[in-house]
C-alpha cells in the first residue's frame, strides 16, 4: 500500500520550453502532495506544498509563475516548469500525506523526475 | 524554525558490521521523526519511523532510538549487506509547521563485500 507514482522518470528538454510532472497516490487519497528538489548529494529541499482544490503554498525563493503547481484531485497533483532554463536541471520529487492517517505523519515519495535542461 | 543535523555525511562498513547513523534536532515541538533510504536515481523509501512518546524501535536488522531530552534519534543497521548501500535521510516533524518535515543533509553508506 502507499504507492506515489511520479512521472516521467526522466525528461530531457530544450531550454525555453515547458514540462510537466505528474504525481499520483495510486492506493490512497491524498489531501497533501509536497514537492521537493533535490540537487547531486544534497538533501530534500522543499518547493511548495499543495492542497486538493486550493492554491499551493511556495517556499521562500521559490518562484510560483516558474513552477506551477496543481492539485486538482484527491490523487493527482501535476508541477509545470516553465520556461525551462538549464538552471532548472534538477531531481525532482514528490511525496504525499495518507487522508485515512489521523496523526498525518507519514510522507510516502514519488520515485523522482530527472530533468535536463538543454 | 527546526534544524536538522545528520552525521556522518559518508559511511563505509564491512559487510556483516553494524552502521549506525545520528542526527539531532532544535525544535522540541518535533514528534515524529521517520528514516528513509534513498537509492540512485530513485525517490527516498520510508525504512522506520518512531514518535516521541517511544524511546526504541526495531524492525529486523534496523532500530531506531530517540532520546527527547538530548533532541537527537540514531539510525543502526546490523549484519549489514551490500543492497544496504544507499543514502539515508533523517527528518524531524513539528506539530506546530502542520507536521512539515525537516530533513537531515543525509548520509551515504558503502556495505564492503
Known amino acids: 500500500g502507499a504507492v506515489v507514482s511520479q512521472h516521467p522518470s526522466w525528461v530531457i528538454c530544450k531550454s525555453g520550453t515547458s514540462v510537466k510532472i505528474e504525481c499520483r497516490s495510486l492506493d490512497f487519497q491524498a489531501t497533501t502532495m509536497f514537492w521537493y528538489r533535490q540537487f547531486p548529494k544534497q538533501s530534500l529541499m522543499l518547493m511548495a506544498t499543495s492542497n486538493e482544490g486550493s492554491k499551493a503554498t511556495y517556499e521562500q525563493g521559490v518562484e510560483k509563475d516558474k513552477f506551477l503547481i496543481n492539485h486538482a484531485s484527491l490523487t493527482l497533483s501535476t508541477l509545470t516548469v516553465t520556461s525551462a532554463h538549464p538552471e532548472d536541471s534538477s531531481f525532482y520529487i514528490c511525496?504525499?500525506?495518507?487522508?485515512?492517517?489521523?496523526?498525518?505523519?507519514?510522507?510516502?515519495f514519488g520515485s523522482g523526475t530527472q530533468l535536463s535542461v538543454l | 524554525g527546526e534544524n536538522v543535523e545528520q552525521h556522518p555525511s559518508t559511511l563505509s562498513v564491512q559487510e556483516g558490521d553494524s552502521a549506525v547513523i545520528k542526527c539531532t534536532y532544535s525544535?522540541?515541538?518535533?514528534?515524529?521523526f521517520p528514516w528513509y533510504k534513498q537509492e540512485l536515481g530513485k525517490g527516498p523509501q520510508l525504512i522506520i519511523d518512531i514518535r516521541s512518546n517511544v524511546g526504541e524501535k526495531k524492525d529486523q536488522r534496523i532500530a531506531v532510538t530517540l532520546n527527547k531530552t538530548a533532541k537527537h534519534f540514531s539510525l543502526h543497521i546490523t549484519e549489514t549487506q551490500p543492497e544496504d548501500s544507499a543514502v539515508y535521510f533523517c527528518a524531524a516533524s513539528p506539530t506546530h509547521t502542520g507536521n512539515q518535515f525537516y530533513f537531515g543533509t543525509g548520509t551515504s553508506l558503502t556495505v564492503i563485500p
Open positions: 511525496s504525499a500525506r495518507d487522508r485515512a492517517d489521523s496523526a498525518n505523519e507519514k510522507l510516502f
Open positions: 525544535d522540541s515541538a518535533s514528534n515524529y
